[in-house]
């Protein structure tokens, strides 16, 4: 990551496993970093182990206040990367009202809600990058809400890059497959339907491949990139599209 344009960066949700690798690589990067999760044991062994200023605050419920106060921790701020989000492992005809509003509230309102309070702080240059999911691709029948709000998600990605391009504010998303450990549903979440054993790269995602994504696309080397959403997972939608299943 080109550390010109992103130089102040803020990753919400990162004291889970693909925050943490995504935390890991912007420092190794050298980025000036805040992160924040809710889970204060981790995040404060993961600043102490890079030195990115941790950010105790609610990612399910802090839209924001997060954001202002990294800006104002880190002295600005250039980049954003919404990791945080919720799942509930259930159909959609099963899910109910309240269930759904919560996850749309987490994986939608939260996240758009940090991209707009970002967006009035970031100067010309500025990139936000979404991590999204394939469930958003495609609806994923064992979680549907989840599926319901990545689709949202990348939507709203979208929605914004259009916004903010005419201020110099790129938006983009990247979409992990399953990835082990990580928040990415398991292969059988789509219950019956037949799927490739793994994906045609021979394995499962990890972290750092989100991460290295989400760099990618902070960096000046997709200064001409936005509203764009990239699938880190194997080649896995591929493998679906072509009829390579089981």
Not at 111 to 128: E, H, K, N, S
Not at 227 to 243: E, N, R
Request: net charge negative.
């Amino acid at each position: 990551m080109s550390t010109e344009a992103t130089r102040c960066v803020l990753v919400c949700g990162g004291t889970g496993a693909i925050g943490q690798a995504i935390v890991r690589t912007l420092v190794s990067s050298g980025a000036r970093l805040a992160f924040s999760g809710r889970d204060r044991r981790r995040g404060e062994a993961l600043s102490a182990a890079t030195g990115a200023t941790y950010l105790p605050h609610d990612d399910h419920r802090d839209g924001a206040p997060v954001v202002e106060e990294a800006a104002r921790r880190l002295g600005g701020l250039h980049g954003l990367v919404l990791n945080a989000g919720t799942i509930v492992h259930c159909r959609l005809d099963q899910t109910t009202p309240a269930e759904l509003a919560d996850v749309l509230r987490v994986n939608v309102t939260v996240p758009v809600t940090q991209a707009r309070t970002a967006a009035a702080l970031m100067p010309v240059g500025g990139a936000i990058v979404a991590v999204a999911s394939n469930a958003g691709a495609w609806g994923e029948t064992e979680i549907g809400a989840y599926s319901v709000s990545k689709a949202a998600l990348l939507a709203a990605c979208r929605a914004l890059a259009a916004e903010y391009g005419r201020r110099g504010i790129r938006v983009n998303a990247v979409n992990p497959g399953d990835t082990e450990p990580g928040m990415a549903p398991s292969l059988d979440a789509f219950g019956d339907q037949a799927f490739p054993t793994l994906p045609p790269l021979g394995r499962l995602g990890r972290p750092e491949d989100t991460a290295d994504a989400v760099a990618f696309l902070l960096s000046e080397a997709t200064g001409f990139v936005t509203g764009a959403d990239i699938l880190v997972d194997g080649g896995m939608h591929s493998a679906l599209d072509a009829g390579q299943t089981k």
